[in-house]
């Protein structure tokens, strides 16, 4: 009976405990929320400061060296190639053949097809011609002359680009092969014997003397002009970048700069490239986690006496970590941050 008693007494205590701790002004439940531990233990608290704001964005990055890819003027069969990947060339070196068979063929067609238009045109003219110098009616002779004049002025209007097709073929002819345009290592090349399409590159060569780093992903001049900074991490250090407008000819693909100083860095190493954009000094700011919403707008929990109350507050603008406090809160105040 005395254990029931004891037992009895304990659950009234717990009660009224539970009953004490409901009451209050509804203004009290509604800004002030009680700190299960002193102030100085709570670990997730920031303070209001004035700090220098901006944005920052981040792009992956590479060392690469200027490369270009080399190919044969038409198509045909690699004969000989004097070159592997890794081979180090210097301006001038004869690099790749290929087999005149097809070039040659090439010209000849196109050569054939001006000669066989040019006659056609001019056994059309005669014919016409020939019909004009006999004895025709006015209807006749008014159709031979339209047909001698439609002749001419289709002749004169295929026979330049025909004439630059057979040009163009012909000057292909003893070009059957490949130089280096610069000093460089072969980065790729094609077996020899492979057979190419004009213009199908047979080799790449890059020059290490002309270093960039490239990101993926194209950044116009005007959009590059909005950050405040642009610059590179390589192997821990930070190193300004310049960005390289003339080789934006890959608009949409990639974009270039160059570096200051490579910090050890080798072609193929992974860089970090970090822009900085809508800089402002002396904003004041907290951690975007101390941020709370809801249908009535902004607010944080300031840390007041050992509780958190709510502040309501009007924000400006957000970065990766910090949210700018327009109003509501001083340098200073101590604020609730959420994990």
């Known amino acids: 009976m005395k254990e029931k008693r004891q037992g009895f007494r304990l659950a009234v205590i717990a009660l009224a405990a539970v009953c004490f701790a409901g009451c209050g002004t509804k203004e009290e439940a509604g800004e002030s929320i009680p700190l299960l531990a002193p102030v100085e233990a709570v670990v997730d608290i920031e303070t209001a400061l004035y700090r220098d704001f901006y944005t920052l964005k981040t792009r992956d990055a590479e060392l690469t060296p200027h490369t270009e890819e080399l190919a044969f003027e038409a198509s ?14 210097k301006a001038g070196d004869l690099l790749a053949e290929q087999e005149e068979d097809g070039v040659r063929t090439a010209a000849s067609n196109a050569l054939d097809k001006y000669l066989s238009e040019k006659k056609a045109y001019l056994d059309a003219v005669k014919s016409a011609r020939k019909k004009l110098a006999g004895s025709l009616s006015t209807d006749e002779r008014e159709w031979y002359e339209l047909l001698l004049s439609q002749a001419e002025e289709m002749w004169a209007m295929q026979e330049p680009g025909l004439w ?3 040009e163009e073929a012909r000057a292909r002819v003893g070009n059957s092969k ?3 345009p610069y000093d460089g290592v072969v980065t790729a090349c094609v077996a020899q014997g492979t057979q190419l399409a004009a213009g199908q590159p047979v080799l790449a060569l890059a020059d290490t003397t002309r270093q960039y ?3 993926s992903g194209y950044l116009s001049p005007s959009e590059y002009k909005t950050y405040e900074r642009v610059y590179a991490i390589i192997n821990g250090k930070e190193t300004e970048l310049t960005y390289v407008e ?3 000819q890959e608009e949409g693909l990639r974009t270039y700069y160059t570096a200051g100083e490579l910090n050890g860095a080798r072609f193929g190493d992974f860089i970090l490239v ?3 954009g809508d800089f402002r000094e002396q904003v004041l700011s907290v951690p975007g986690n101390a941020i709370y919403k809801d249908s009535s707008g902004s607010y944080v ?3 007041q006496d050992g509780t958190r109350v ?3 507050v009007t924000i400006g603008r957000k970065n990766n970590i910090y949210t700018e406090i327009v109003e509501g809160l001083e340098e200073g105040d101590r604020i609730y941050v959420k994990n």
């Open 178 to 180: 490949v130089y280096a």
């Open 246 to 248: 003339e080789l934006m």
């Open 164 to 166: 630059a097709i057979w």
């Open 301 to 303: 929990y300031l840390i």
């Open 274 to 276: 970090c822009m900085i």
């Open 76 to 89: 045909g069969r690699v004969s000989k190639l004097y070159v592997e990947i890794g081979s180090e060339v």
């Open 310 to 312: 709510r502040r309501n």
């Open 213 to 215: 780093i490239i990101v």
